[in-house]
């Protein structure tokens, strides 16, 4: 790459950060360990989404060997509610091999630090960088929309080689002595100024070295091809309630989707009914109405939600629980969207 306003461009970008960055809580220190918390939550999550969650986390997890030791439906109810669960099992994970491995000091190197559970290029390079300010890549979607408009790069980002072009050219990029504001300036660039729509580009610091600026079009970079098609799930969600004042609970399985997290049996409605479940488990109906109809959207996955309330005699097969023992379960969003119409239409009972 001959791009021939580096300095240009490293000084407007790193002194545009210093001046505006967001007061966010992950940017008032230089922990690795805090660090990497912010970046695995920031994944596929809104800033203003994460926030609280950051700092309930680090007031119950202010170190790594808190995290390490932790049980883990301690830690997931912590993570209840931001989804992608499998990324606090996994930090969790990587946590203890630091530990084991490496003296409890997360690593300062990207072979090493590479080699941690979970972490992936991304995440290596914003700890490298911001912790640490080595000048390593941090290349994630945003930091692809600005380079590509500001170096004229037309290559599919929906195509994980394509990662590798942008990579390179931030190692030529970045300011060897302010990596740590070189990398999050380009993140908060492509946050607040260069957006997919609609980019902001006369409050952009960088538009002078813009090559999609200069020509006019921004917005036709970058090139991205279309999303994965959507798969459709339809389940009846039952909840349970015995005379005991117990509800009928199931742990999702330790491998896939929402792993270890507890929900009210849910039902393919595909594969069986709720009258096959109720034999199954001896449950012996008094009562029964609809909650809650919605859906759920993950991000090649959406759930078609039928959930209903029902009262029932007790029965010893499966796990039933207590509203207070339920209260310390960690749940999926939809569950504890159910839960939350039951508590409401229950109240006083």
Known sequence: MNYPYVTEFRQSLVDWF??????????????????????VMLQQTRVDTVIPY????????PTLDLLAEAPQE?????????????????????????????????PDNRHEISKLKGVGPYTAGAILSIAYNKPEHAVDGNVMRVLSRVLDIHEDIAIPKTKKI?????EELIDPDHASSFNQGLMELGALICTPTSPKCLLCPVREYCTAFNEGEP????????????????????????????FLMQQRPEQ????????????????SSVE???????????????????KHVFSHLTWHLNSYYIKCESTELGDWLN??????????VPMLKIWDEVKKQTAGK
Request: aromatic content about 14%; proline content about 4%.
């Open 74 to 106: 301690y830690l997931l109810k912590h993570w209840e509610g931001l989804g992608y669960y499998s990324r606090a099992r996994n930090l969790q994970a990587g946590a203890r091999e630091v530990i084991e491995n490496y003296g409890g000091i997360v």
């Open 256 to 271: 896939g989707l929402l792993a270890n997290l507890w929900q009210f049996p849910m039902i393919d409605t595909s594969q």
């Open 323 to 332: 509203r207070e023992q339920i209260e310390l379960l960690p749940m999926p």
């Open 18 to 39: 210093n001046t505006e960055k967001r007061d966010l809580p992950w940017r008032h220190t230089t922990d690795p360990y805090k660090i990497w918390v912010s970046e």
């Open 54 to 61: 950051y700092n309930r986390f680090m007031e119950s997890f």
């Open 166 to 170: 942008f990579e390179s050219a931030v």
């Open 276 to 294: 096959n479940f109720t034999m199954e488990y001896k449950v012996i109906v008094q009562a029964k109405h609809e909650l809650l109809t919605f």
């Open 219 to 246: 917005e036709k970079l970058p090139v991205k091809s279309k999303k994965i098609k959507m798969k459709h799930l339809t389940y009846d969600v039952l909840v349970y309630e015995n005379d005991k004042g117990q």
